[in-house]
């Protein structure tokens, strides 16, 4: 379940509309809140005609409707989008068991095996504070960082970033089907209001592709809903929360409804600096996974190695925090190190603890390492004489770097030739 479904009542007046769900049917109903105080305790209107209480009788809280039966629950307390009640639900289902905040896309077109579209967000609150000097720092110091533009029309934002949703399918001949409903089961037309709360960028040769996680479990399929055909401007306000019921809209609310908003309620929608996000690890993922690995012999332990990351490209070394503990039991020996084709292999023990190891290859590291992975020779030696710590190096050596490349050479020679001469 979205976090946006917690049933919390403190702070429901008489009059807020909310909605509640049937245990046996699973369906959904509105209820108006009566009463909510100490003397006439929390009642609710149902918009089937039940009436209901809410009851904490042997530490057990229960609604009961008139008859003394229990069998409803609170699903939704925040804003009641302006959209007729079938529509209402509807949307409300396709978040249901969303784990990541939605994201709308509002369709352009669906020809040529892909769904194009514009993706849609609610524009920041001038109230609040923006992240956006953080993002700019980010930007700054990484060129595969990329701000979008975009447009801002009544508390919509459409991001200048095609959608592009492939909607391939081996299971059906080539036009026997619509694109679109080979894809979803759902005939997917320009116009269209699709919704989905995980996603993920790809380029495919120059084109970037976005693909949609499948986490909510009620989505049709593949992880996209349409929650409203030919969806308009108001439409779309309303999916966002800012175009509400106006019976829906506390008294001492601003002008502007959106203004209203709780916290929780602002923070529903997936919004710009997470679509840069994934472009930003789109473009990462072009990048080979490698890193550069210092790896200096213990001065306590004979025998061990510890590693020291020196740079690294590629969107596993990117978004993955302190890699570098992943790799310590490794022991590779003392010298400068190529780590390259990483790959996590992961499970849970008997217990039910999850645990993973970082499997990868080492070879010796050369200038053209450096080079490719844009490491400053400068910035090498640095990093190593700070490694180092205060520890002297055998009387000759002139350049640190070449000495310690020159160490993993002779270790990765007499490495082959120790396999080598193990094999039959």
């Known amino acids: 379940m979205h976090y ?20 046996n049917s699973r369906e ?17 209107d149902l918009s ?7 009851h904490t009788e042997n530490w057990s809280n229960t609604w009961k409707d008139q008859d003394g039966k229990s069998g409803y629950y609170i699903k939704w307390t925040n804003l009641i989008p302006n959209l007729p009640d079938n529509e209402v639900f509807g949307y409300l289902k396709a978040i249901d068991s969303a784990k990541e905040r939605p994201i709308f896309i509002h369709v352009d077109s669906v020809e ?25 720092d980010v930007a700054d110091a990484d060129e595969d960082y990329v701000r979008l533009d975009c447009v801002d029309q009544d508390g919509v934002r459409t991001i200048d970033l095609p959608a592009v949703i492939n909607t391939y399918s081996k299971r059906f001949p080539e ?13 997917i037309e320009p116009g269209d209001l699709i919704i989905a709360d995980d996603i993920n960028m790809y380029y495919v040769g120059d084109e970037l592709i ?30 966002l929360l800012l175009n509400v019921r106006l019976e829906d809209v506390p008294e001492n609310s601003e002008p502007d409804v959106g203004m209203s908003l709780t916290s929780r309620e602002k923070a529903m929608f997936m919004p710009i600096d997470e679509i840069e996000n994934k472009l930003w690890q789109a473009r990462l993922r072009l990048q080979p996974d490698e890193a550069i690995v210092l790896w200096l012999n213990d001065d306590v332990r004979e025998g061990d190695t510890n590693p020291f990351i020196l740079g690294f490209t590629g ?20 010298g400068l190190w190529l780590m390259k084709n990483p790959r996590f292999n992961g499970g849970y023990d008997y217990e039910g603890n999850y645990d993973c ?30 490694s180092l710590d205060g520890r002297e190096l055998d009387e000759g050596v002139t350049d640190v770097a070449a000495h310690f490349m020159e160490k993993a050479r002779i270790a990765h020679e007499e490495e082959l030739e120790r396999q080598n001469s193990m094999k039959p």
């Open 4 to 23: 946006s479904f917690r049933a919390n009542t403190e702070n429901l007046k008489p009059g807020k509309t909310v909605v509640f769900s049937s245990y």
């Open 28 to 44: 959904l109903v509105f209820g108006k809140v009566i009463t909510n105080d100490n003397k006439n305790g929390f009642t609710v």
């Open 48 to 54: 089937d005609g039940r009436k209901l209480k809410f």
């Open 112 to 136: 040529d095996g892909k769904i194009t579209g514009r993706f849609i967000t609610r524009t920041p609150d001038p109230k609040e504070t923006e992240t956006d000097d953080e993002l700019l």
């Open 175 to 187: 036009g026997t089907r619509p694109v679109s409903a080979i894809f979803c089961n759902q005939d």
């Open 210 to 239: 976005t693909v949609i996680n499948s986490t909510n479990s009620v989505s049709i399929n593949h992880g996209i809903n349409v929650v409203k055909k030919n969806a308009s401007l108001d439409d779309i306000r309303a999916f």
């Open 315 to 334: 969107h596993l070394f990117n978004v993955v925090d302190d890699f570098s503990d992943y790799i310590e039991g490794h022991g590779v020996s003392e």
């Open 357 to 386: 190891d970082l499997d990868c290859e080492y070879v010796a590291a050369t200038p053209d390492d450096f080079q490719r992975l844009g490491i400053a020779m400068e910035s090498v030696v640095e990093d190593i004489i700070d």
